[in-house]
T-cell receptor, first 117, second 115 residues
């Protein structure tokens, strides 16, 4: 079974400050890893994903995340927060290619990011 | 269509009523998923379709929940005899392929409130 833990249900940063949203996963095999963002009253949107290859992945809106197998982590970062980054962020894991359920995602509980002027 | 469309966006039901939630996926997308998102929680998997075949329904919480995708396009999630614990946002997502990349495109959700 797979699970995702997001540390901190609420994170508050100042505009221009570093954003760090933490995600740890539990999986019996190396999984695929994702970050999704949800703006109010909108559907979830993919920010970035790790499947294979380079462990540092870059996504939209200046976000990036690094897969660290030894730490079972996939933390999301952005060097400088913008007011428009305020949203809820979800880390998710799925079985790797070959599993029957393919891209069935297991989500964390989410982290609400607030950006203060 | 340009994106995944869900209807209704908001539904209020009295306990015991049946409800039906509709999902129009992106045209040509093979895979379709339903998720349930309770207040303050992450989405939880309900069921998965590959074209018209329901390949995984292990996340459906009870036999009151039923989903179908008869022609491999539009899908309907039906909840019979609704209970208060069914109150949640129901998210539909579609994907172009049948596995692997996990790049799901989500609709805006249908918010169900059971009184």
């Amino acid at each position: 079974a797979q699970s995702v833990t997001q540390l901190g249900s609420h994170v508050s940063v100042s505009e221009g400050a570093l954003v760090l949203l933490r995600c740890n996963y539990s999986s019996s095999v190396p999984p695929y890893l994702f970050w999704y963002v949800q703006y109010p009253n909108q559907g979830l949107q993919l920010l970035l994903k790790y499947t294979t290859g380079a462990t540092l992945v870059k996504g939209i809106n200046g976000f990036e995340a690094e897969f660290k197998k030894s730490e079972t982590s996939f933390h999301l970062t952005k060097p400088s927060a913008h007011m428009s980054d305020a949203a809820e962020y979800f880390c998710a894991v799925s079985p790797p290619l070959g599993e029957t359920s393919g891209s069935r995602l297991t989500f964390g509980e989410g982290t609400q990011l607030t950006v203060n002027p | 269509g340009a994106g995944v469309s869900q209807s209704p966006r908001y539904k209020v039901a009295k306990r015991g009523q049946d409800v039906a939630l509709r999902c129009d996926p992106i045209s040509g997308h093979v895979s379709l998923f339903w998720y349930q998102q309770a207040l303050g929680q992450g989405p939880e998997f309900l069921t998965y379709f590959q074209n018209e075949a329901q390949l995984d329904k292990s996340g459906l919480p009870s036999d009151r929940f039923f989903a179908e995708r008869p022609e491999g396009s539009v899908s309907t999630l039906k909840i019979q005899r609704t209970q208060q614990e069914d109150s949640a946002v129901y998210l539909c997502a579609s994907m172009k392929g049948d596995r692997g990349t996990g790049e799901l495109f989500f609709g805006e959700g249908s918010r169900l409130t059971v009184l």
